[in-house]
């Protein structure tokens, strides 16, 4: 474990992790973990061994070994560093709101690196940035045919004019493909960017709802309720959950 030492505060995401990989710890054969804060074994259990449990194995497959980093704080950039390519850094002390990160991801020759900052952070919180970065890089290994799958969801909803996302990125990415593009079916770099964006969003929502209880808010910005169940439904079959976890209430089984 780092302690809170003055040298440290101002790591780079990338320096951090180069400093911290030989301390990782296993969990899985994809998964390690490194605690820059004191972890006693409830906080394993909630922040890595509960979350890494839920995922589903055809979804882990595509991953590369990853190392999850606990960290107190992270830092953004200040604008004269916005061109870096990883430039959060780790911080020991609380930076000033309008600075202040929840999550960043260093790639190097090792593990690929996810860190979070999990100080006066709810847990509810840290799961939500966690399920997001593991569908960021699962999204992006996806193999073509389910990707494709997912992506004939999207367009039925397009052509009839469905309203509502995930979250907010992707409503407004699909609320300017609607407002824009006249041909609904061409696969443009327009579609492509809100398509990305949408599968992201719902995979994370599958994942979280299969570690914990979620309500999905209503709302005019939210998509349906049917829509969003035939996204998940094929996301369940895309990747069946481990054996004992469910995502909708009525497939849990009482023991």
């Not at 960021?136 to 073509?144: D, R, T």
């Not at 006249?182 to 929502?205: I, M, S």
């Not at 709302?219 to 069946?240: A, M, T």
Request: glycine share 6%; net charge negative.
């Amino acid at each position: 474990m780092i302690s809170d030492q003055p040298a440290c505060e101002k790591l780079s995401l990338g320096e951090f992790a180069l400093r911290c990989r030989e301390a990782m710890i296993p969990v899985t054969s994809k998964f390690s973990y490194f605690p820059a804060v004191p972890l006693a074994e409830d906080d394993v259990k909630e922040y890595i061994e509960e979350p890494v449990a839920a995922l589903p194995p055809g979804l882990t497959a595509l991953l590369v070994p990853l190392c999850i980093t606990l960290v107190p704080y992270l830092t953004k950039p200040n604008g004269k560093e916005k061109g870096n390519q990883t430039p959060e850094s780790v911080s020991f002390e609380r930076p000033p709101d309008n600075l202040a990160a929840a999550s960043g991801v260093a790639a190097s020759s090792g593990p690929t690196t996810l860190f979070f900052a999990i100080k006066e952070r709810p847990v509810a919180d840290y799961h939500y940035y966690f399920y997001h970065a593991v569908a960021e890089l699962a999204a992006g290994a996806m193999p073509p045919d389910h990707q494709n799958q997912f992506y004939g969801l999207l367009r039925e909803e397009l052509r009839s004019r469905v309203h509502g996302e995930v979250d907010q990125k992707g409503w407004r990415l699909k609320e300017a493909i609607l407002r824009r593009q006249v041909n609904l079916r061409r696969e443009t770099k327009q579609f492509l960017e809100y398509a990305r964006q949408a599968l992201v969003d719902t995979l994370t929502l599958y994942l979280h709802g299969l570690c914990c209880d979620i309500d999905v808010e209503p709302g005019p910005r939210q998509l349906p309720s049917r829509y969003l169940r035939k996204r998940l439904d094929l996301l369940e079959s895309l990747f069946p959950p481990p054996e004992g976890y469910a995502v909708f209430p009525e497939q849990v089984t009482e023991p």
